[in-house]
T-cell receptor, first 112, second 114 residues
Framework: QKEVEQDPGPLSVPEGAIVSLNCTYS??????FMWYRQYSRKGPELLMY????GNKEDGRFTAQVDKSSKYISLFIRDSQPSDSATYLC????????????FGTGTQLKVEL | GAVVSQHPSWVICKSGTSVKIECRSL??????MFWYRQFPKQSLMLMAT?????????EQGVEKDKFLINHASLTLSTLTVTSAHPEDSSFYIC??????????FGDGTRLSIL
């Protein structure tokens, strides 16, 4: 069993839909959680960075962490075609210069 | 947000040559830089962790004599693929971090060995 599980998709939604992306993990030591967006042939771009459990909102994006269930989510409201990309969850026990454990990434396509 | 620049973005070279990829943190001092390799439709595979002024720590299965990493300053790390062969063709990505900050990634280098 992988430390971090993420549905690879592809996930296809109509423009304007609310998108829910999720990851589950098995290592209870993870404390810092990140969501990255990666366009084709580009490096990952940091979207959200959260510590421990709770919610964090930034514009159309909301990140949720439920440590009791070992489950994290990224919600995208009013999805746009420009949101079409691969979304990677990542996590680490401590911040800073520590290795990340990544999910496999979910490919999202937002259609007109 | 933090900016990490990676150069070149794409390189094609003949088998047997060495290729150097640069990774720069433009607006912060990166105490730690990471080098990843990514195959199509797969997640990132960590190759090595590099701390400024010390030797890189390589992941299991990564040949340190093949992939030379230098982190000479707080803003620059380089990855040199020595005597590159077609099987080294891949997408290489660096990231940089400091203190308790998350990793910020460069835009990657597409390496094609003929």
């Amino acid at each position: 069993q992988k430390e971090v599980e993420q549905d690879p998709g592809p996930l296809s939604v109509p423009e304007g839909a609310i998108v829910s992306l999720n990851c589950t993990y098995s290592n209870s030591a993870f404390q810092y959680f990140m969501w990255y967006r990666q366009y084709s042939r580009k490096g990952p771009e940091l979207l959200m960075y959260t510590y421990s459990s709770g919610n964090k909102e930034d514009g159309r994006f909301t990140a949720q962490v439920d440590k009791s269930s070992k489950y994290i989510s990224l919600f995208i409201r009013d999805s746009q075609p420009s949101d079409s990309a691969t979304y990677l969850c990542a996590m680490t026990p401590t911040g800073g210069g520590n290795k990340l454990t990544f999910g496999t990434g979910t490919q999202l396509k937002v259609e007109l | 947000g933090a900016v990490v620049s990676q150069h070149p973005s794409w390189v094609i070279c003949k088998s047997g040559t060495s290729v150097k990829i640069e990774c720069r943190s433009l607006d912060f001092q990166a105490t730690t830089m990471f080098w990843y390799r990514q195959f199509p439709k797969q997640s990132l595979m960590l190759m090595a962790t590099s701390n400024e002024g010390s030797k890189a720590t390589y992941e299991q299965g990564v040949e340190k004599d093949k992939f030379l990493i230098n982190h000479a300053s707080l803003t620059l790390s380089t990855l040199t693929v020595t005597s590159a062969h077609p099987e080294d063709s891949s997408f290489y990505i660096c990231s940089a971090t400091s203190s308790n900050q998350p990793q910020h990634f460069g835009d990657g280098t597409r390496l094609s060995i003929l």
